[in-house]
């Protein structure tokens, strides 16, 4: 197995940035949440975030990408949707047309969007998820894999089924 030189922890950026002179950073975090914050701390630092966009990914000329974004091989993005900063839109995944996706809200692969869906903020859709043209979906909610959101989610909502119901957090 090859080894990787760990050059520090988060608790040595600040140096790390400083001594090579570091002026653009991708935060490559799967959890919403941490990566909402590593968003902020760039931010504070005065880092310019990067986004990751494959070759294989469609943007409509019209869409708008906030910072820090990761727009995997077969991710749409239609015409005039809205991503919010640190967004995934995974492998093979969709979001329709006039929608808006907040920031640091992951759409995991096979997801299909219709148009003018609003997402809130650190949302995760699961895997093969459907949602309906017009719903809207509240911060913090959890959409389960393979669930059809037919109705508005509220914040902080797990979502799951076909229909999509809601169930108690674990």
Known sequence: MPS?????TDADLDDLISAHQVT????AVTNNRVRAAMLRRCAKLGLAVANAVSRGAYVS????IGDGALLAAG???NASARLGA???VNTNASVGHDSIVGDATHVAPGVAMGG????GEQVLIGIGARIVPGVSIGDNAVIGAGSVVTRDVPAGAVMVGNPARRVQRP
């Open 61 to 64: 000329h019209s869409a708008t």
């Open 24 to 27: 653009h950073a991708f935060v």
């Open 4 to 8: 990787i030189e760990i050059v520090g």
């Open 75 to 77: 991710s749409v993005v």
């Open 116 to 119: 003018s869906v609003l997402i």
């Open 86 to 88: 640190g967004v995934i």
